[in-house]
């Protein structure tokens, strides 16, 4: 493993300084803008296409593949499709189409787009930490995939049986003993005895042993070095770190140029995905079982019944507004980059459906194989199925372990997973960095590259804590509370602002500068779903969460009262900003809330060919930013915007 460890490393060390000497040569050209582009400035996608894959690959992450699939299975098979594509219409598609159209109208990231509310614009700081927060641990899981995509380069792979790190516990079969009849006598034997005799168990006498799976115990054993809670620390595991800094230098590469080098790694990391799930469900179909696993997927046992229930309903729209990638301020970011006419409406349509038929289809690959595994295991498929780190480090390697050329598959499998993450992470470093950027344009001009290479290293050193015996508990926690209610917050006063505040027919007309006039039926559906329905469905949603809050755990070890209070002030630091600029604003208005709610002089499109008569009067940027805080440009020797 460490041989693998070194040679991967010094290919990954040749390819950066490669890039680094290529890049050197255009040192003096902007590395965030190019002589085709419409907003010099700024920048823009190189082509349509660039952008679509990059939306694609940051909706298109690891909950695709490791939480839709389990979902539907608990939720009625395919019956919970039913609920998810009706809560994609309602609450889904109408945030993104939304998002987009702001980014895109105003060439703004997630904090200045809230010139159109300056109230509200701690909402996009809100944003920006918490995807600040997401893409520390986000890069953990990068860095799991990569440790066992390493592993995966073995004769035999290491979790495929009780080997030296194993315990007592640990076995590749069930253990248990039952009660069995023989010349008129009842004798206890262990279930393997009695199968490979093929002997039948009296009735209700079976006694089953608690065993670990393999797989199981080489994730806690091997790669985590499990401690026994949050409070144990233990030591930074080495192996782990140095892939948490490989997957970090993948991205600042990625990312040297800004969407100008991003937009071309996405079409192998988006498109790579779906050619492996392809291959995977080609051979999951031909393995005996297979269909037993669909079938409890999408197929006969589907239970229509289970809409009657809320908690149904309520995953649906949980699912569909997370997959999404709505309320983080990605889709904001990358939006900001394309030309002031492209066709966002249909860009949104496209990036949905393209991720809700991924998550289906990803679902065939998945239980095709746990199909398999339940078959030569002798376990019904319920058994055998999980989500999360569960389905992608204990349950799917243990069958792919059993699979002819075993190392083959989990290298797929892994490779898969290390390609899903890595785009979204992309779109996650991107939207930090140009909120940094709409900050200090000038300055960016200049030092777009260290400032890349200094925020990929801080976030390393902060996921370091990720990285220790505890490491596991503390990406968890990271998850269960920043991952959640705040996001969930920001899209219900997103909506709010924009369409209640702002004005949503004022939106629409914004709207139609980029894509054209439509004739008003075209917008009923939107209207409603913008006014009434998305708002009150997303706030149904956070009450529902909060009423049934409890505190997190990791399988069976409860967090310390101390640990869950670490994860409210993560959340509380992430929405403390957006009452502290509204007070900020209100100040500066001399008590004014009204002209609070009003949209800021320099909001409008960013290049004035485009702003027409209903935007002629708008003020540039610089003019606007002179008028509101002339001292910052003195003082930095920068003349930036400001968020404040």
């Known amino acids: 493993n460490t041989r693998i460890f070194i040679a991967t490393w010094n290919m990954g060390l040749n390819h950066i300084l490669t890039c680094c000497q290529n890049s050197s040569k255009d040192v003096k050209q902007e590395s965030h803008s190019g002589s085709g582009d419409e907003n010099k400035e700024r920048g823009n996608w190189s082509k349509k296409s660039d952008y679509l894959l990059s939306m694609i690959g940051y909706a298109v992450g690891l909950g695709n593949v490791w939480r839709f699939p389990y979902l539907t299975y608990k939720n009625g098979g395919g019956a919970f499709l039913i609920p998810y594509t ?9 945030l993104f189409f939304l998002e987009c159209s702001m980014g895109q109208f105003s060439s703004s990231g997630p904090v200045l787009v809230w010139r159109a509310v300056p109230i509200l614009q701690g909402v996009g700081i809100t944003m920006v930490l918490v995807t600040t927060f997401v893409s520390i641990y986000y890069n953990i899981i990068i860095a799991y995939s990569l440790y066992y995509m390493f592993a995966s380069f073995q004769t035999i792979l290491p979790w495929s049986d009780c080997f030296e790190w194993a315990d007592e516990m640990c076995s590749k079969v069930t253990r248990g003993f039952c009660n069995v009849s023989l010349s008129n006598n009842t004798v206890a034997y262990n279930l393997t005895w009695v199968k490979e005799r093929n002997l039948t168990c009296i009735e209700n006498s079976i006694v089953m042993e608690d ?83 669909i079938d409890y997927y999408i197929g006969t046992k589907s239970n229509i019944t289970k809409l009657m229930e809320a908690e149904v309903w309520k995953d649906a729209a949980t699912q569909i507004f997370f997959s999404l990638s709505t309320a983080w301020g990605g889709l904001i970011a990358l939006s900001s980059y394309n030309k002031f006419h492209n066709n966002c409406y ?76 890595l785009d979204s992470q992309f779109a996650m470093i991107e939207t930090i960095i140009t909120s940094i950027q709409d900050a200090f344009p000038q300055m960016m001009k200049r030092m777009r590259i260290p400032v890349t290479v200094g925020c990929c290293v801080i976030l390393f050193l902060l996921g370091l804590l990720c990285v220790t015996q505890s490491g596991i508990y503390w990406v968890n926690l990271i998850d269960y509370f920043c991952g959640g209610w705040a996001i969930l917050f920001s899209a219900v006063l997103e909506l709010v602002g924009i369409n209640w505040i702002y004005g949503g027919n004022r939106f629409i007309k914004d709207i139609e500068m980029m894509i054209g006039e439509k004739h008003w039926t075209f ?21 529902w969460s909060l009423i049934t809050f409890h505190s997190p755990t990791y399988g069976s070890v409860v967090y310390p009262t101390w640990g869950t209070a670490i994860g409210w002030c993560m959340i509380c630091f992430c929405l403390i900003w957006i009452p502290i600029v509204a007070v900020l604003k209100i100040i500066r208005a001399k008590g004014n809330v009204l002209q609070t709610c009003k949209a800021a002089q320099n909001w409008g499109p960013a290049l004035s060919q485009h702003r027409g008569e209903r935007y002629k009067h708008m003020l540039d940027s610089k003019q606007a930013h002179a008028e509101e805080l002339p001292t910052v440009s003195k003082l930095t020797g920068y003349d930036n915007y400001t968020y404040f």
């Open 346 to 421: 249909s860009d949104a349509i496209v990036v949905c459906v393209t991720n809700c038929l991924t998550s289906v289809f990803a679902g065939f690959a998945i239980f095709s194989i746990l199909g398999h595994m339940a078959f030569v295991t002798d376990k019904p498929v319920p058994e055998v199925v999980d989500s999360g780190f569960g389905l992608a480090f204990i349950a799917y390697p243990e069958a792919l372990a059993k699979l002819p050329i075993s190392p083959l598959w989990s290298f797929l499998f892994f490779f898969m997973l290390l390609t899903l993450g």
């Open 86 to 94: 009706i809560m994609l219409a309602l609450a889904g598609l109408p």
């Open 211 to 293: 065993v670990d799976l393999p797989s199981k115990q080489y994730w806690e054993k091997v790669t985590l070095r499990l401690s026994g809670g949050l409070d144990e620390t233990g030591e930074i595991v080495w192996y782990l770190a140095l892939c948490l800094l490989l997957a970090w230098i993948i991205v600042g590469a990625a990312l040297f140029k800004g969407i100008k080098s991003s937009g071309k790694v996405v079409y192998f990391t988006a498109i790579f995905p779906y050619i492996v799930l392809i291959i995977l469900l080609v051979r999951g179909a031909t393995l005996e079982g297979a269909f037993n696993g």
């Open 523 to 543: 917008w009923i559906w939107w209207r409603a779903c913008w006014f009434v329905v998305s708002p009150l469905l997303l706030t149904a949603i956070l009450l």
